[in-house]
């Protein structure tokens, strides 16, 4: 069955502490991208990436960083969360090949910085 | 500035009427466009999508219609079910770029 999974799917922790949210497909897709989820803001493009060590910045990358070491994976990661970093994340992929890119989402990751 | 806008954050239409979202886009380059249905706790889910150089596609009970010189789209949902109740997310995109931009949603309330 083709998905994308994150983990965890709920996240409670304090400022400053390390935390990395994992993004896994198995659909072989080239792109990967990670979006925010806020009330009133709708989805923001955190960061993205087009295939196996490219990656680039989306609408709202202050405060995270990402790798994407394999094509399969590309996780998510805060160095020193802060509050305002409460969200629900979710992980999207698409083919590339697409003519339309329709991205597959991930079930999401809803954080909670203290 | 937000070049995809959805000004309705919600709608309520009755089972068996058609529910209309609209979705507003600045960005004249834009050529293919989205809607994307979310359910509470999961993840969005493509729904249709439509190119720039059509003004209408059709998907069963979905309909988007696009007005490139108004730069606004429209999805139609006919009849409506109680299962259709979800926040739509309309999307844009530029081709040969994979990135898409969204707007805020609306949340469509389908009552029975």
């Known amino acids: 069955e083709a998905q994308v999974t994150q983990n965890p799917r709920y996240l409670i922790t304090v400022t400053g502490k390390k935390l990395t949210v994992t993004c896994s497909q198995n659909?072989?897709?080239?792109?990967m991208s990670w979006y925010r989820q806020d009330p009133g803001l709708g989805l923001r493009q955190i960061y993205y990436?087009?295939?196996?060590?490219?990656?680039d910045k989306g609408d709202v990358p202050e405060g995270y960083k990402v790798s994407r070491k394999e094509k399969r994976n590309f996780p998510l990661i805060l160095e020193s969360p802060s509050p305002n970093q409460t969200s629900l994340y979710f992980c999207?992929?698409?083919?590339?090949?697409?003519?339309?890119?329709?991205?597959?989402f991930g079930p999401g990751t809803r954080l909670t910085v203290l | 500035d937000q070049q995809v806008k959805q000004n309705s954050p919600s709608l309520s239409v009755q089972e068996g009427r058609i529910s209309i979202l609209n979705c507003d886009y600045t960005?004249?380059?834009?050529?293919?466009f989205l809607w994307y249905k979310k359910y509470p706790a999961e993840g969005p889910t493509f729904l249709i999508s439509?190119?720039?150089?059509?003004d209408k596609n059709e998907d069963g009970r979905f309909t988007v219609f696009l007005n490139k010189s108004a730069k606004h789209l429209s999805l139609h949902i006919v009849p409506s079910q109680p299962g259709d109740s979800a926040v739509y997310f309309c999307?844009?995109?530029?081709?040969?770029?994979?990135?898409?931009?969204f707007g805020k949603g609306t949340m469509l309330l389908v009552s029975p």
């Open positions: 659909m072989n897709h080239e792109y």
């Open positions: 960005n004249s380059m834009f050529d293919y």
């Open positions: 439509i190119s720039s150089i059509k």
């Open positions: 990436s087009m295939n196996v060590e490219v990656t």
């Open positions: 999307a844009a995109g530029l081709s040969g770029y994979s990135t898409l931009t």
């Open positions: 999207a992929t698409h083919s590339g090949t697409s003519s339309y890119n329709e991205q597959f």
